[in-house]
C-alpha cells in the first residue's frame, strides 16, 4: 500500500475517500439485508404461531356452540331428537377440543338421562 498525495494505492489501483465509501456502503447494506431476511423469517414464526392460536380459540368457540347444541337435542322431549343428541355428546367425548370440564358436562347430561 503506498501513500501518494491524497491517494491510496492498494494492489495497484487507486483508492480514494469516494471508493472507500462505497466500499462501506455496500458492505452495510449487505449486513442490512441478512439481518431483515432474518427478522422477516422470525417474524413469520411468529404470525404463524399467533393464526395457530386464533384459529384455536374458533375452534374451541364452535365446540362450545356443539355440545350447547348436542345438550339441547338430548333434553329433548322428541325420542328421535334425544336420541341424536345423545350420540353427538358421546362422539365429543373423544374430540380434541374437550376439556376435562367438557367431558364432565357431557357425562353429567348422560346421567341425567340415564
Sequence with gaps: MEIAGTEIYI???????TSVA???????GIATLIISAR??????????RSLDFQMSAEQRSQ??????????QALSADARERN????????MLTDP??????????????????
Design 11 to 17: 494492489l495497484g489501483l487507486p483508492w480514494d475517500g
Design 22 to 28: 462505497a466500499i462501506v456502503a455496500a458492505a452495510v
Design 39 to 48: 427478522q422477516t423469517k422470525s417474524g413469520r414464526k411468529d404470525a404463524a
Design 63 to 72: 365446540f362450545q356452540t356443539a355440545i350447547s347444541s348436542a345438550t339441547k
Design 84 to 91: 341424536i343428541g345423545l350420540t353427538l355428546l358421546g362422539s
Design 97 to 114: 377440543w374437550a376439556t376435562k370440564a367438557d367431558k364432565e358436562l357431557i357425562a353429567a347430561v348422560g346421567e341425567i338421562l340415564e
